[in-house]
């Protein structure tokens, strides 16, 4: 896929200006995604795309680490001598911070944690509008999940059941489930199952 991918934006002929971007792989698990993002970009940029397509529920904090630095959104104001400097804001371009295959990781929620592996495909020029910082490239297709009960495709998770074994329920044995309260759809996100997300 990556070399098909950088084939491809080689050849795009979309609406957009030649802008020297970053070709950028995340993945976690079974889930991964190709997106471009403009060098000019912001830190903050790459997190609010993330957040967008794969891991917003609640608000929660985020941080990406790279080169041994953490940039964390919203950013840490107080230095505490216990775990070292401050974290740095978001608020950095990525032609500053990334460089071709760099590997980094970014961080949602500190509580009940969804951590996603980047890496920096290549630096090239790729079409890509003003308003546009990051855009999404290739993604994987759906996984499909099957039933714990009888094996068809599931539609939901069950929170309370992740501990004692696979989760899965299709839409028939979701009604009758007795955590009828605790199921979450079944997505395509490495967040899937976790706190309240829904895709």
Same mark, same amino acid.
């Given at each position: 896929?990556?070399?098909?991918?950088?084939?491809?934006?080689?050849?795009?002929?979309?609406? +957009?200006?030649?802008?020297?971007?970053?070709?950028?792989?995340?993945?976690?698990?079974?889930?991964?995604?190709?997106?471009?993002?403009?060098?000019?970009?912001?830190?903050?940029?790459?997190?609010?795309?993330?957040?967008?397509?794969?891991?917003?529920?609640?608000?929660?904090?985020?941080?990406?680490?790279?080169?041994?630095?953490?940039?964390?959104?919203?950013?840490?104001?107080?230095?505490?001598?216990?775990?070292? =400097? =401050?974290?740095?804001?978001?608020?950095?371009?990525?032609?500053?911070?990334?460089?071709?295959?760099?590997?980094?990781?970014?961080?949602?929620?500190?509580?009940?944690?969804?951590?996603?592996?980047?890496?920096?495909?290549?630096?090239?020029?790729?079409?890509?509008?003003?308003?546009?910082?990051?855009?999404?490239?290739?993604?994987?297709?759906?996984?499909?999940?099957?039933?714990?009960?009888?094996?068809?495709?599931?539609?939901?998770?069950?929170?309370?059941?992740?501990?004692? +074994? =696979?989760?899965?329920?299709?839409?028939?044995?979701?009604?009758?489930?007795?955590?009828?309260?605790?199921?979450?759809?079944?997505?395509?996100? =490495?967040?899937?199952?976790?706190?309240?997300?829904? +895709?």
């Amino acid at each position: 896929m990556s070399r098909h991918v950088q084939s491809c934006v080689a050849v795009d002929r979309e609406r +957009g200006t030649q802008t020297s971007s970053f070709l950028l792989c995340v993945g976690a698990s079974s889930f991964w995604l190709y997106a471009a993002a403009r060098d000019d970009a912001m830190l903050r940029d790459l997190d609010v795309f993330l957040r967008d397509i794969w891991l917003e529920c609640c608000g929660h904090m985020s941080s990406f680490h790279i080169a041994g630095e953490r940039y964390t959104e919203p950013p840490q104001e107080e230095t505490d001598a216990l775990f070292g =400097p =401050p974290d740095r804001a978001m608020d950095v371009t990525l032609s500053r911070v990334l460089r071709p295959n760099l590997s980094f990781e970014h961080e949602y929620d500190f509580g009940s944690t969804t951590t996603l592996q980047l890496t920096v495909v290549s630096e090239r020029e790729i079409p890509m509008r003003k308003r546009e910082p990051v855009k999404l490239i290739a993604r994987n297709e759906a996984p499909v999940w099957n039933c714990t009960v009888c094996q068809s495709p599931a539609a939901w998770i069950c929170v309370e059941c992740e501990n004692e +074994g =696979p989760p899965f329920l299709c839409r028939a044995h979701a009604r009758t489930h007795e955590h009828d309260d605790m199921l979450l759809p079944v997505v395509n996100s =490495p967040r899937m199952g976790v706190c309240g997300y829904e +895709g």
